[in-house]
């Protein structure tokens, strides 16, 4: 591939993330709590298409939604060596095919992550309810 059709294809990908992820209403519907829930290795994504983890666990109760998640090569925690558990609600969630878009952006997920204390090998805990 030359370099400008590599610059095109990394341009439409980029869009096409873009887009799916600004145009998305934020909601799960009930079936797609049925086929999230339970599940393992979904990939979450910001609201501004960054990657934040792999699903290793996601419970759904009522309206609350808690993502346990694991860092991977790309991940915006990949660095931080912990796993990431994510607790928000079920309207500040939504489906993109096969993967689950959080409706916050990376800046915000990055300071409402809450290091445990450093003697301690906890998870990161994230809290997304407002």
Not at 31 to 51: H, L, P, T
Not at 66 to 92: A, C, E, N, Q, Y
């Amino acid at each position: 591939m030359t370099r400008l059709q590599t610059t095109l294809k990394a341009f439409t990908m980029a869009a096409a993330f873009t887009l799916a992820a600004t145009g998305s209403q934020a909601d799960l519907s009930a079936e797609d709590i049925a086929a999230f829930d339970g599940k393992s290795g979904v990939r979450v994504y910001s609201s501004d298409g960054d990657f934040v983890g792999v699903t290793n666990g996601l419970r759904v109760s009522g309206e609350r939604v808690r993502l346990f998640l694991l860092p991977r090569s790309g991940s915006i925690f990949r660095l931080r060596g912990r796993d990431v558990i994510v607790t928000t609600k079920t309207d500040l969630i939504s489906r993109r095919g096969n993967d689950l878009v959080l409706d916050a952006d990376t800046l915000r997920l990055r300071i409402k992550a809450q290091n445990p204390a450093s003697d301690q090998d906890g998870a990161l805990t994230i809290l997304l309810l407002t």
